[in-house]
């Protein structure tokens, strides 16, 4: 017990006792006495108040610096319970809040590093306020922050009603619009919306599909040079190592027979690789000078006849049951070029089959949605998630003999009859799916 709990104590029951002789004196008639034992009641009553209401005063200081959010002070506890308890929260609340302004500052600076423009509105009173936008977005469209929304529909009013329009729900479009009265430009726009029970965001993403395309660009650019100079290394380093030994045994005055031998390994090798090389750039020259598709109407199972009874011969070797489910369809492609375009996937799919006991391939032909299928699915040993982003990379390849130009070169046919070539993983397998308009 404090000192102040003690006066408050001494102070209550002064005046209790007071209060008895006040009344004491009441009932004798002694006014004088009566009236000086009731002042010293009230004056220990008033004591008792005031001691009381410092330690709910302290509590209250401290409760309206946790609801006001000022975390400035530094209570200290002391032998009361309403007060101790209140230094607590107040101590526990400003942990909580020190460490959402950590977790908020680090979310910032992540986001911010972003290379695509984000930013995020919040509904309040049915109104949309910014609740956070990255330097990103705001120089792709070339404006300054703002915290509120509306201000955005006078500096960008196009943008402003795209996203109006979307009614602040989920959407992905790409639109043309003109910043700074410049030339349109295209961008990939996506919106999310996140809600709760009490509150509600929209998250907008801005991508100009311009910078997404250089990327890709400069991905793809940076893969083939890798490519290119690995194959170039390996086929080089060896040649100038065989001319180098080459120069040296010329250079003897006496060249004996183990030398000549020597020479003739050298330059047997030397042949070899000039080949090997000649190979990759032929292959190198497929890929980046696909010929023209020369156009007409051609029956799709007709195509994937004449590729089945192509590799017949392989289905046999190697035991491959072939099931088919083959609708009749009509497209206008480049017959020659869409069987080689098959004959990859089936060679593909026997060596992904090869050690299975029981070896199926499948092929599909259906439309949907106004477009045509062709699938070519088998029950391999499928592609694993560290690498299905680059089977269609030129000169990738798993298998030994391969030379990684297959699924490439069967993409850009696919692509240059306006269709599109998928690859989609099974439970047990492959799937490549080509897909043509109807």
């Known amino acids: 017990m404090n000192k102040q709990q003690i006066i408050w104590l001494i102070s209550i029951l002064l005046a209790i006792v007071s209060g008895i002789f006040a009344f004491d004196f009441y009932t004798q008639s002694k006014w004088i006495n009566f009236g000086l034992f009731t002042a010293v009641s009230i004056g220990c009553i008033i004591l008792a108040q005031i001691s009381a209401l410092s330690y709910v005063q302290k509590s209250e200081k401290i409760l309206l610096a946790i609801q006001k959010k000022d975390f400035s002070l530094f ?39 972003l290379e695509i423009g984000l930013m995020i509105l919040s509904e309040k009173n049915n109104q949309w306020e910014v609740f956070y936008v990255n330097p990103v977005f705001l120089e792709i469209l070339q404006i300054p922050k703002y915290n509120s929304w509306e201000l955005y529909e006078s500096k960008t009013s196009e943008f402003y009603k795209i996203i109006e329009q979307t009614n602040y729900e989920n959407s992905q479009e790409f639109f043309d619009i003109s910043i700074n009265e410049n030339v349109k430009q295209s961008f990939s726009l996506r919106t999310k919306k996140v809600q709760n029970v009490k509150n509600r965001f929209c998250i907008i993403s801005l991508e100009s599909v311009q910078k997404i395309i250089e990327q890709k660009e400069k991905l793809a650019w940076n893969n083939l040079m890798k490519v290119i100079s690995h194959e170039l290394l390996n086929t080089l380093t060896p040649v100038n190592s065989l001319i180098q030994n080459l120069e040296y045994i010329a250079n003897q005055d006496i060249v004996d027979k183990d030398d000549q031998e020597e020479m003739k390994e050298s330059l047997m090798i030397i042949n070899s690789k000039s080949k090997q090389l000649l190979n990759f750039v032929d292959d190198y020259r497929q890929v980046a000078e696909l010929p023209k598709p020369v156009f007409k109407t051609i029956s799709l199972t007709q195509i994937v006849e004449s590729a089945l009874n192509f590799l017949k011969p392989e289905f046999e070797k190697n035991n491959i ?41 499948k092929t599909e032909i259906r439309t949907f949605n106004k477009r045509i299928l062709l699938s070519v699915e088998d029950n391999g040993i499928g592609i694993s998630n560290e690498i299905k982003d680059k089977i269609f990379l030129p000169f990738f390849t798993t298998r030994i003999s391969g030379s990684g130009i297959g699924l490439t070169l069967s993409k850009s046919i696919i692509e240059a009859h306006k269709g599109y070539l998928n690859y989609k993983p099974l439970e047990k397998g492959s799937r490549f799916e080509m897909w043509f308009v109807e």
């Open 75 to 113: 209570p200290k506890t002391e032998e009361n319970n309403l007060v101790d308890n209140a230094v607590k929260l107040y101590y526990q609340s400003k942990e909580e809040h020190l460490s959402l302004s950590s977790y908020k500052l680090l979310y910032e600076e992540i986001l911010n590093q």
């Open 321 to 361: 049951t072939i099931i088919n489910s083959l609708e009749n369809q009509m497209i206008f492609a480049d017959q020659k070029m869409i069987e080689r375009c098959l004959i990859n996937l089936y060679l593909n799919a026997i060596y992904a089959v090869a050690d299975n006991s029981e070896r199926i391939i």
